[in-house]
């Protein structure tokens, strides 16, 4: 294992002291939010290095101590049995040091929009939908996260068809941004009378939610079209036209929002879904091309890539990107054993990384 550059830390620590120092003396609104953003992505680095040197610091006391002919026999002794016990935190701290400076992908504290759509299956696939769009919720409830319903399509027997949220909070997209690709379930139907199992699936797109600073959206590339809502009629049917279709001409996305009675608010979450929708293309060309350059990737990274299988009859739930199976589903459906598998998942694509910046 290489060691660790000192310039370098001694580099983000000079850093971190010098942007804590320009906050406190005062800057422009413009140059505050800007520094405010690398003090936090810097903290937690800076906090790992100066764990790393302190320890770093005792076991070589306690070496120089237990190798000093000076020493009496009895700290001696004390001084070689603290060692081991030392040397291992020090190994452990050096170990969240290299992870805390491995590249933060930027989106990671983030919110997301979470799109979650029926695939093959017909009415289970739409039921199924439900099911994993009520697991992400109950997860967001458990972390305190905010989840604001955009858009839901429902299905003919329960459950959706499509169904689009905004997840809110601290550290969303980092949490998220792994449950991305095709979800399969395997159940036997409540309509089904021979108790056969049936296999169907529901696709799930997590996108790091894009500000204005993220995307500049040219107008002139926009088409947007003002229709009335169409639904169900009865004393709250839409009289006015206040649905929106926005299409982005260059990239043929089109963002139709209903849900709203205002105008306003409708053409202000379409355009939320549109600029998350961009940045993640674009997002999505940076992974392809250096994954292209590193020509080594897990699975295809398609979204259309089957990730987990939930078989109900079984109890179990497989991600098969890491070849996890926890034989608990009622509470991965819960949300409440979710952490089971984003845990593992989180700590494979750190080694991955923490591989990759060792063998650069």
């Not at 739409?126 to 955009?150: H, T």
């Not at 979450?269 to 600029?275: F, N, S, V, W």
């Amino acid at each position: 294992m290489a060691m660790l550059p000192a310039e370098k830390l001694d580099l983000i620590l000079r850093r971190h002291e010098e942007i804590g120092h320009r906050l406190s003396e005062g800057v422009d609104s413009s140059s505050f939010s800007a520094l405010s953003r690398e003090l936090a992505e810097l903290e937690p680095v800076a906090q790992a290095i100066v764990a790393f040197r302190a320890l770093e610091r005792e076991a070589a006391d306690l070496e120089k101590m237990a190798a000093d002919p000076q020493t009496d026999a009895e700290m001696c002794a004390l001084a070689q049995d603290e060692l081991p016990e030392l040397k291992s935190r020090l190994t452990e701290a050096e170990h969240q040091l290299r992870l805390a400076l491995l590249p933060r992908d930027s989106a990671d504290e983030k919110g997301a929009i979470l799109e979650i759509r029926a695939g093959t299956g017909g009415d289970e696939a739409a039921l199924f939908a439900g099911d994993l769009f009520r697991m992400y919720q109950r997860y967001a409830e458990r972390r305190g996260w905010n989840m604001e319903l955009i858009s839901a399509s429902e299905g003919t027997a329960g459950g959706f068809k499509e169904i689009i949220a905004q997840v809110r909070g601290k550290g969303v997209f980092a949490r998220l941004k792994f449950e991305s690709g095709t979800h399969r379930v395997q159940r036997v139907p409540a309509t089904e009378t021979q108790g056969r199992i049936h296999t169907s699936a529901a696709t799930v797109a997590v996108l790091p939610e894009a500000e204005e600073v993220d995307l500049a959206i040219n107008d002139a590339d926009l088409r947007i079209e003002t229709m009335r809502a169409g639904g169900a009629g009865g004393q709250h049917v839409n009289k006015t036209e206040s649905a929106i279709r926005v299409t982005h001409i260059p990239s043929g996305i089109v963002v139709m929002m209903q849900e709203e009675r205002s105008q306003h608010r409708n053409k202000a979450k379409a355009m939320d879904i549109l600029r998350s929708r961009l940045f993640d293309m674009e997002r999505q060309k940076l992974d392809d091309a250096r994954a292209a350059d590193r020509k080594q990737q897990v699975g295809s990274g398609d979204r259309s890539e089957r990730i987990r299988t939930y078989n109900f009859p079984q109890g179990r739930v497989s991600d098969h990107r890491i070849n996890l199976t926890l034989y608990k589903i009622d509470k991965v459906i819960e949300g409440e054993a979710l952490d089971e598998i984003l845990d593992p998942l989180i700590a494979d694509h750190q080694a991955r990384l923490l591989a990759e910046s060792e063998g650069e």
